[in-house]
């Protein structure tokens, strides 16, 4: 798989449920920063985790961070209908220059 | 808050014309991305540039493409000749710094290519 690979690519649950979204990535990170995209428009950044952090929170969301195991994860507690967006996780890694990879994404449907 | 601002918001080429795509980052931010998205799939890096320079650039981003940022302002996307297989969503994204510091995506710009 190519770096910073999100499982599952749809995601489908009922308002107030719980959403998971896992990614995985190949190469030595800097961090790894979790992006939402409602369909059409821009990316909004939501959370970055530092390589030498393990977890992070940001009001309903929870990121983890397992650099030994290469992957990531992001909890959305509570959804709502607003939730529902395209979720990816991007990773950067300075390879002389730098650059960010992005995932190829979680897609997630809320239903109220 | 301040934004990236990208034009224009739509952009229709024939296959071959060369077009010029811009944006403005956030005055104070170092650092500045080009990504691009064709429909219904992946944000693909193209290029990152900081101090008046390419940092690193994907195998995408060929001799069709070029980075400038002619004003410390505007930092324009130019496609010399256009492909049918350009077509996509352009993104920039501008940073004030690197490993703790988030990045500021623009709204896109669509290219559509005929």
């Known amino acids: 798989s190519q770096q910073g690979e999100e499982d599952p690519q749809a995601l489908s649950i009922q308002e107030g449920e719980n959403a998971t979204m896992n990614c995985s990535y190949k190469?030595?990170?800097?961090?790894l920063q979790w992006y939402r995209q409602n369909s059409g428009r821009g990316l909004v950044h939501l959370i970055l985790i530092r390589s030498n952090e393990r977890e992070k929170h940001s009001g309903r969301l929870r990121v983890t961070l397992d650099t030994s195991k290469k992957s990531s994860s992001l909890l959305i507690t509570a959804s709502r209908a607003a939730d529902t967006a395209s979720y990816f996780c991007?990773?950067?890694?300075?390879?002389?220059?730098?650059?960010?990879?992005f995932g190829a994404g979680t897609r997630l449907f809320v239903k109220a | 808050e301040p934004e990236v601002t990208q034009t224009p918001s739509h952009q229709v080429t024939q296959m071959g014309q060369e077009v010029i795509l811009r944006c403005v980052p956030i005055s104070n931010h170092l650092y500045f991305y080009w990504y691009r998205q064709i429909l219904g799939q992946k944000v693909e890096f193209l290029v990152s540039f900081y101090n008046n320079e390419i940092s690193e650039k994907s195998e995408i981003f060929d001799d069709q493409f070029s980075v400038e940022r002619p004003d410390g302002s505007n930092f324009t996307l130019k496609i010399r000749s256009t492909k049918l297989e350009d077509s996509a969503m352009y993104f920039c994204?501008?940073?004030?710094?690197?490993?703790?510091?988030?990045?500021?995506f623009g709204p896109g710009t669509r290219l559509t290519v005929l």
């Open positions: 190469t030595s990170i800097n961090n």
């Open positions: 994204a501008s940073r004030p710094g690197l490993d703790t510091d988030t990045q500021y």
């Open positions: 991007a990773t950067d890694a300075h390879t002389g220059g730098f650059k960010t990879i």
